[in-house]
Each structure stands twice: as C-alpha cells, then as structure tokens.
C-alpha cells in the first residue's frame, strides 16, 4: 500500500506529456506544463473559447492547448479543382495571424459538405459528441467517431466530404501556416 501511495504522488508531481507532439505543433489537454509557453500557443476552452499567447506567456488552465512549433510549411497547390477546405460555408474564422487561421463550424445532420481540398496541415479540436463520415473522391468512406475533446492532428493533401450521421459536432479547426 505505502508503494502504491509513493508511486501515486510521484505521477502527480511529473510533467504531463503531450497528447500530440509531431514537427508542427505540441498538444496538450487539460494540464499545461509548468512554467511558460516554450513556442507560440493557442488554448481553446470546453466551450469553443479561443485564446492566443505568444511564447514565454505563462501557462494558463484550458481545456485544450496547442503550442506551435517555429516550423512553417507553404500550402501545397491545389491542383484537384476542389474547393479549398476552409472558408466553406457555414464556418465562422475566428482567429488569423502569420502562424495560423483558426475557425469555428458546426456540421449539419445527414448534409454533406462540398468536397474540398486540404491545402495545409489541420488540428481539429471537437466539441461535441457525433459521428462523422467522410468520404473521399474515390468514394472511400471512413467513419469517425468524436467526444467533447476529441483532438487531432490532419496532414494536408487530402480531398473529401464530410457528413455529420449521428450526434452533433461542432470543431475548432486550426490551419497551420
């Protein structure tokens, strides 16, 4: 028992790790690390709230934080005919700086998006609980299921619909510069 109890408080008083951590962006949920913000970092709050901080601003409570690397990568050409992704209808920007635009949407029940095109790298933050399917230009369907606090990291070159089939879902969609 006196083991189970050390180990307890040790794991307590370690770094969170991140959820994400890839060349682009650092993604942590719920627990900022202690200290400052090593890079520039945005938080976004259960209730789709978003804030900016630059590097060195000292970590604050969130429901979600991404810190962004100083890594940029151009978009890539969008030679599919597609729209692009963003600004799609329906979607509300609610940030846009030299490191990121960030967007608020909401799906439709059993509506379509238009096919669209993914230029640059994403990270979507959900909000609600729904399924998402999405399919692609060669009718490839996956389904997705999301959480409130659902959070991931997609690579740009991508082209497909998505349709809201089951729940509600709203995101934070954050496109990286």
Known sequence: M????????LFQGAEPKPLIDNPRVRVWENRPPAGSFEFDTLTVSADGK???YKAGSLAVAAKEIISFKPVKVAPLANTTGLP????RPGAKKILDNDRLTAW???WTLNHATPQHFHDKDVVVMFLEEGDLKSTTVKGEVTLNQYKPGTIRFNA??????????RGKQRAIIVELK
Request: a negative charge; aromatic letters at 8%; proline letters at 0%.
């Open 84 to 87: 692009q992704a963003m600004d």
């Open 50 to 52: 978003v804030q900016y």
């Open 2 to 9: 006196k083991t189970l109890l050390l180990l307890t408080l």
């Open 156 to 165: 740009r070159d991508r082209a497909h619909s998505e349709e809201l089939v």
């Open 104 to 106: 608020d949407y909401t």
